[in-house]
């Protein structure tokens, strides 16, 4: 764009010196033409001052010696010469092949331009110039000014407005720098009949605190300060040194700023009342500057304060493993207070029930802010994958820009780390396979560069992350393809799109053509579901073709304490994690009779598979005439649990196994009950994989 | 409705630059090529602003501010002129003709557009 303004500026300048030399020769037969002198002069001048502007600085500087010259001319202070005729036509002639180099970088020829300055410095009786010295560009050093506090008196003068002024744009000028209170005094106006309608007879009272300097409130005042009166004090500042003792008292402040002397101030202080109130009725100082300068005490009040807390509110570091520690205790706390609760129930003493309803209220509390330090805002790893995505693009040549949404949304630590290479690999796959190379995108009607956009939000106890791109969504002819290739399904199989989709997820499947860097290595989203699952979350796919996919990965908030269902099959306690349940039912021996060995409950129409867990995990004995099913929903597909005794909500502190017991199929943990006894938590999504793998 | 400011000045370099400016910024720009055209302009044109060179044929910047100050429509409008460094007296003179504040010749559009943003507010 400069370039359009720099080519512009030479085509004017082409003109103006063309017809400079015209005037130059006619002035040479008219010496004392105003007119002509007139023309040489702005023809210089604008040559100067659009030169300086578009960056031809030699030009200027060199200019700006001729036109000085010719305003002396112009002020009848130089008489027109044959001499500075012709030194002017040399400076025409130097300037135009100035203007000529321009483009080539060329600056011009240093002694003929010394020469000529030093030539029309003679006729004006100067001194010729100091031959052409380094130019010094040492930088300044510019104080860094930490937040005061300043008292700003603006008296506009009177006829502020007629030149068009607008003191509340200044005003709000100073609102920019920092705090503000503005305070106006209005007593200077006369009567109706007096009152000059174009008159200003206002002026303002203004705390400020900024960290930007007393320069910086000149430079606001810097067009009306020669009609108006200006005046800035520091009154406070806020540096380390500072000192935070009270701020100065209402008189102290008047004295200050000269509204009262100081044996007016001590007779006031005699008497025993509010010195505001005092001074006003005694008619020493108007009500508007006790109330500005009450304004002040407050204002320095708060920023102090502000600072105060700023400094009081900071964090402290503690390694993870003492929150950690403190979460356990915490856990074994609320299994120790379950305990407490059922003994006091059975006893049956009222007041030992009343203690453990305490100790219940308090534990929960306690129990919420432990797994609360714990948390963190997700934004920080949102951070790291901006930088992925920068990295990835420029590497694939493709052009990618990250959004995201939602980085305050808090997760468990634990949580958090333990996704963050799952959510690499899952925006790895959507940079490579997902948005196309620029030109295609060009091709197909899209913006040349793709989006990704990452979001957080929550939902109920768990927390939903969704990776949307828009780039060339998921292939399902190619995916039905591979999957029949690799024998996951057949080739006549009936698939919604869902299935389809979340055959992406079955060990070793890879849809991209070629291995890249990126993606592609084989161990691909099968490993991201089981990373995802680990942390007792889902994940799932949807996709248009042509315009995105996007995918959602569900996770609980923690992982340490969740809602969970007991049930009971014979002795044995089992949890089922409340947030894959979807409802409880019944089964009857004819209802098991009537599906033929088949495990499909009629549920308000629908046939529900469902897993009889006594079979399963072979407990002893016989199961009641009346079972329930506890139906849960995994990945958008519903299956039952059997179970003989469903008894309630439970706040489960999730134990490991151990290492001995780490590999167990369909058990993802343990907890302690209130009486003592340990209940298995059921790991839902394994269990049904593992029945599927068994039935296919 | 975006504010109209003009700008006089017989540099058509210079008039370029500041109202291709003023137009990125937001504003609508009337071009006015000295002050006797720029005069005549703005007996006819409501603006909001204006800013003018001091040097001009035919009518220059102090005898533009001062018949713009004459006009009902522009008796309050901030008058910003364009000076060089050397003008000090002119720059005076401009300001008790009624100009509201100046630009120092060179400028840069940030620099330009800061002053509007200052008188215009």
């Not at chain 1, 003068?157 to 003191?167: I, K, Q």
């Not at chain 1, 040549?397 to 963050?420: C, F």
Request: aromatic letters at 4%.
């Amino acid at each position: 764009m400069i370039d359009v303004h720099r080519q512009a500026f030479k085509e004017e300048a082409y003109e103006l010196l063309s017809e400079l030399e015209s005037s130059l020769l006619e002035l040479e037969e008219r010496p004392e033409d105003e007119e002509l002198i007139g023309r040489v002069f702005r023809a210089m001048h604008t040559i100067k001052g659009s030169g300086a502007m578009f960056g031809f600085d030699d030009i200027a500087a060199f200019t700006h010696e001729v036109e000085t010259i010719f305003d002396m001319v112009r002020n009848g202070k130089l008489k027109v010469t044959k001499k500075l005729v012709n030194l002017t036509l040399q400076a025409r002639d130097l300037i135009k092949s100035m203007l000529d180099g321009s483009d080539l970088g060329n600056g011009g020829d240093l002694d003929a331009s010394f020469q000529i300055i030093s030539g029309l410095r003679e006729l004006a009786g100067e001194a010729p110039p100091e031959a052409p010295a380094e130019a010094s560009d040492e930088p300044v050093a510019v104080p860094v000014a930490s937040e005061a506090t300043y008292r700003i008196r603006f008296i506009p003068g009177h006829h502020l407005f007629t030149c068009g002024s607008n003191p509340l744009t200044l005003l709000a000028e100073l609102r920019d720098l920092g705090p503000c209170n503005v305070v106006a005094h209005t007593g200077g106006f006369p009567s109706l009949e007096e009152i000059d309608p174009e008159g200003c007879y206002v002026f303002w009272d203004i705390i400020l605190t900024t960290s930007r300097g007393e320069d910086s409130i000149k430079d606001v005042f810097i067009f009306v300060e020669d009609d108006c009166e200006v005046k800035i004090e520091k009154i406070a500042d806020y540096g380390p040194d500072a000192d935070n003792a009270d701020y100065k008292k209402l008189g102290e402040i008047l004295l200050e700023r000269g509204e009262i002397s100081r044996e007016e101030m001590d007779s006031v202080l005699g008497e025993q009342k509010r010195f505001g109130e005092l001074a006003v009725s005694k008619g020493i100082v108007e009500q508007q500057s006790v109330m500005s300068a009450l304004v002040e005490q407050q204002h320095v009040k708060e920023v102090r304060q502000a600072v105060q807390q700023a400094e009081s509110a900071s964090s402290i570091r503690v390694p993870a493993e003492r929150l950690d520690v403190l979460v356990n205790l915490v856990g074994e706390l609320v299994t120790v207070q379950a305990r407490l609760t059922q003994t006091a129930a059975s006893r049956g003493d009222a007041e030992l029930v009343a203690i453990a309803e305490e100790v219940e209220r308090l534990t929960g509390e306690l129990r919420d802010s432990a797994l609360n330090i714990r948390m963190l805002p997700i934004g920080s790893t949102f951070s790291k994958f901006k930088r992925l995505v920068r990295d990835l693009s420029s590497e694939l040549g493709k052009e990618i820009e990250m959004t995201t949404d939602g980085a305050e949304t808090e997760l468990d630590k634990t949580v958090i780390e333990k996704l963050n290479d799952p959510m690499v690999h899952l925006i790895r796959n959507s940079l490579d396979h997902g948005i196309e190379l620029p030109e295609v995108r060009q091709a197909a009607g899209k913006p040349r560069q793709g989006t990704v956009h990452l979001a957080a939000v929550h939902s109920g106890d768990s927390v939903l992350i969704t990776i949307t791109d828009d780039g060339a969504g998921l292939d399902k002819e190619a995916i039905r393809a591979k999957a029949v290739e690799k024998g996951l399904i057949t080739a006549t199989a009936e698939l919604t799109d869902k299935e389809l989709f979340n055959l992406i997820f079955a060990p070793g499947f890879s849809t991209a053509k070629k291995i890249s860097s990126v993606s592609g290595r084989g161990v691909g989203m099968d490993v991201v579901k089981k990373a995802i699952e680990a942390l007792r979350g889902s994940i799932d796919i949807t996709s248009v073709r042509g315009e995105g996919a996007t995918i959602t990965v569900r996770i609980p908030l923690t992982l340490a304490i969740i809602e969970s269902l007991l049930v009971k099959i014979g002795n044995d306690s089992f949890m089922i994690p409340l947030a894959m349940v979807d409802e409880c039912v019944e089964l009857t021996r004819e209802d098991v009779a009537r599906s033929h060995g088949r495990n499909l409950a009629h549920v308000r129409e629908t046939l529900v598979p469902y897993i009889p867990l006594r079979e399963r995990f072979r407990v002893a004995g016989n199961p009641p005439d009346i079972e329930q099913i506890v139906i849960t929903q995994v990945n958008g597909t519903r299956v039952g649990f059997v179970v003989d005794n469903v008894i309630g909500e439970h706040q489960t502190v999730i134990k490991s196994l151990g290492r001995a017991y780490k590999n167990v199929e369909g058990i993802s943990g343990a907890t302690i009950l209130g009486d003592g006894s340990v209940a298995l938590i059921l790991d839902v999504p394994q269990l049904v994989q593992s029945v599927e793998a068994e039935a296919a | 409705m975006a504010k109209v400011i003009m700008t006089a000045d017989d540099s058509a370099s210079v008039r370029q630059m500041v109202s291709f400016t003023l137009k990125q910024g937001g504003y609508e720009v009337v071009e006015a090529v000295d002050g006797k055209d720029a005069l005549q302009k703005l007996s006819t044109t409501k603006v909001d602003m204006l800013i003018t060179d001091l040097n001009m044929p035919n009518l220059d910047g102090i005898g533009l501010i001062k018949g713009a100050r004459g006009l009902a429509s522009c008796k309050f409008i901030p008058i910003v002129m364009l000076t060089t460094e050397s003008q000090d007296s002119r720059k005076q003179e401009g300001k008790a003709a009624g100009a509201t504040g100046w630009i120092v010749k060179p400028f840069k559009p940030e620099q330009l557009m800061a002053v509007v943003k200052k008188v215009l507010g």
